[in-house]
């Protein structure tokens, strides 16, 4: 299918935002009037740039306020609309949007509006261009899909058919299914946008809070599916008004647009129905989809990457050293050291470039090793997905990962698993140089159960759809915590099978302050998780790394709102363990370590019964402990 988006979903000038389209491979774009307007290119020059940028322009938007007026208003508004009509054929775009009248002094007369829509249809076949009205979400007597297709069916003229935007429809949580019921030759026009759950006016959320499908809390497939089966073979087409993008690098969200439109198109064509359609040699043209090889399912963490200072890794070794890792290999040509704990590795690093300069902090996660068993598919998933490819400088004999750069720049490798063998990465590794005495020690770690990562305040919608997409995670919803810093928006991503545990957990600061949200100073931290935390907290007090302190309020209110016996309670408190359950089945004990750095914290899990969140009812509490301890 052809892939399209408006110039309002880009930040720029007009010739930035088609040249952001254009180089990310969009076929073709919506001219936004404001846009045009405020270019100095003439019509015919914005037709001959996209041209030249092998772009289609396919919609003219947004003509407002046409309908349902008086006689005088209608005269003088067919006479902007063949203006518009005139450019629109300088501009070569045979398309205009016209939404519902959201006016006060709109009049509530069907009829009325339904033949003023064919007037204007009529008005348009002297330019040779049609008409697609769309129901806004908040018009004033139009609001609804069904009521724009009952007036563009009465009117019945052939230049005048609908355009269907998903968010005026599933913002308002209206059924899409009827899309079906109209002739798919009615459909002029698809525009998509997904939006984050909220309760708030509609045209506040609609003007600030879309996003590209898969980054919010609408069913699209679903929807574009409807519409597919109604007939509809245009472009799919991105409209999304998001604070952010309007921001942003257009290159960047052009390519988080295309990402999101190839998802989308790749879960309509797994759904058995549209494989179907698209097999219809009946009145509809068969749809042709383009499919994604299938994500690989990813067998947890290889490893996890920290670039650390001399004086940081000490810090972290210590931790790792009292959670029973040992420092076992280094690597050959770097500085780097592997430390492992049965199958759980972790690299320190001193050599990284970017250590001291870009990061505020002294240790910081850079890569994240991704277990799979066919990263080759793996690789050409990312590649179509066109998730930027990274080079490793490295020597011959090293080992060559694929990796590719996750949108806050850390580095995603594809670790091949399976028994390692002579490629595998870790024969880049040799027994160490020095060896620090001690030795794995057989404790309750596990595994890293997950990895939580600060994410620049621009990047946050695109990072949770850029590991979704990349490793088939499936997101929860967006929450918001409090820190004393600011408010904190987090959002996990793990595998639905929970076989394969594979959690990643993204946050931002709202407001972008605060040592510990500074957008390249967050805090991350890796999570390991035990089968017996009491045993775990006892052996780092004994190693001389405690646990980071929480307060005794803390296990007041514990005492308060659980059943737990006191003796555990006390013992919580000493170690500085928090709890949380979930009413539909399952705890969690959980202990954090101070920042190592201003920056990077371990945290040591305990999952009990099934326990699928991530504490996030404690997470005030860690942010607190951590400033308190920043402090002193
Ligand atoms: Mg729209
Ligand atoms: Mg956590």
Not at 22 to 42: K, Q, R
Not at 232 to 237: A, D, E, T
Not at 561 to 581: F, K, N, W
């Amino acid at each position: 299918m052809r892939r399209s988006i408006a110039t309002v979903s880009l930040s720029g000038t007009l010739e930035e935002k088609l040249e952001a389209a254009s180089w990310v491979g969009f076929d073709g774009v919506e001219i936004f009037e404001s846009d045009l307007i405020s270019s100095p290119l003439a019509p015919r020059e914005i037709r001959a740039l996209a041209q030249s940028l092998d772009l289609t322009l396919d919609l003219y938007q947004p003509f407002r306020d046409f309908e349902g007026v008086d006689d005088a208003r209608l005269a003088a508004n067919i006479r902007r609309a063949e203006a518009k009509f005139a450019l629109m054929v300088e501009l070569g775009v045979d398309t205009m949007l016209v939404c519902s009248n959201a006016t006060e002094s709109a009049i509530d007369d069907d009829a009325r509006a339904a033949s003023q829509l064919r007037l204007l249809a009529e008005a348009a076949e002297p330019y040779g261009v049609r008409v697609a009205y769309e129901a806004l979400a908040w018009g004033r007597h139009v609001a609804t899909y069904e009521h724009a297709w009952k007036l563009v069916a009465e009117a019945d003229h052939p230049l005048l058919g609908l355009c269907l935007d998903s968010f005026h429809i599933l913002s308002r949580g209206d059924d899409p299914a009827a899309i079906r019921d109209i002739p798919g030759e009615k459909l002029f026009f698809l525009q998509l946008a997904d939006a984050p759950r909220m309760r708030m006016d509609v045209l506040q959320w609609s003007r600030h809070y879309r996003c590209f499908p898969g980054q919010g809390g609408f069913d699209l497939t679903t929807f574009t599916h409807h519409v597919l089966a109604a007939g509809y073979r245009g472009p799919l087409s991105l409209e999304v008004f998001n604070d952010v993008f309007r921001a942003s690098d257009p290159h960047r969200t052009a390519a988080d647009a295309l990402r999101s439109l190839s998802v989308l198109e790749d879960s309509l064509a797994g759904e058995q129905e549209t494989a179907n359609l698209r097999h219809d040699r009946g009145s509809f043209t068969p749809i042709t989809l383009t499919r994604l090889p299938e994500p690989v399912r990813p067998a947890g963490f290889g490893f996890v990457e920290i670039a650390a200072t001399e004086p940081a890794a000490e810090r972290a070794g210590a931790v790792l050293a009292a959670l029973g890792f040992a420092h076992t290999r280094d690597h050959r040509s770097k500085p780097v050291q592997l430390w492992e704990h049965g199958n759980t590795r972790i690299l320190l690093n001193a050599a990284d470039p970017r250590l001291g300069h870009t990061w505020g902090g002294e240790a910081t996660i850079t890569a994240l090793g991704i277990g799979l068993s066919d990263p080759e598919r793996a690789r050409e998933r990312a590649e179509r997905l066109s998730a930027p490819a990274l080079t490793r400088r490295r020597d011959p004999s090293e080992a060559a990962l694929q990796s590719v750069a996750a949108p806050d720049g850390t580095a995603v490798f594809f670790c091949p698993t399976g028994p390692p063998d002579a490629d595998s990465w870790l024969a880049d590794f040799s027994a160490p140089a020095v060896t620090n005495a001690h030795e794995q020690r057989d404790t309750s770690i596990i595994d890293i159960d997950h990895i939580g990562l600060y994410q620049p305040f621009d990047h946050f919608d695109e990072a949770s759809l850029f590991y979704r997409a990349l490793l088939g995670l499936a997101p929860t919803e967006v929450s918001e915590l409090a820190s004393p810093d600011g408010l904190v928006r987090s959002r996990a991503l793990s595998h639905p099978d929970t076989k394969s545990p594979l959690r990643i957990v993204l946050n931002v600061s709202l407001l972008g302050r605060g040592p510990q949200a500074d957008a390249d100073g967050g805090a991350q931290h890796i999570a390991l998780s035990c089968d017996d935390i009491f045993s775990i907290a006892e052996d780092m007090v004994d190693a001389g790394v405690s646990p980071l302190r929480v307060p005794d309020n803390y296990y007041d209110d514990l005492a308060a709102r659980t059943d737990l016996p006191p003796a555990q309670r006390e013992r919580m408190r000493r170690l500085g363990i928090l709890y949380d359950h979930d009413p539909q089945g399952g705890e969690f004990l959980h202990l954090y370590t101070p920042l190592l750095d201003g920056r990077l914290f371990f945290e040591v899990v305990q999952r009990v019964d099934g326990y699928q969140g991530y504490g996030a009812a404690n997470t005030t509490i860690r942010m607190t402990a951590h400033r308190e301890g920043s402090n002193t």
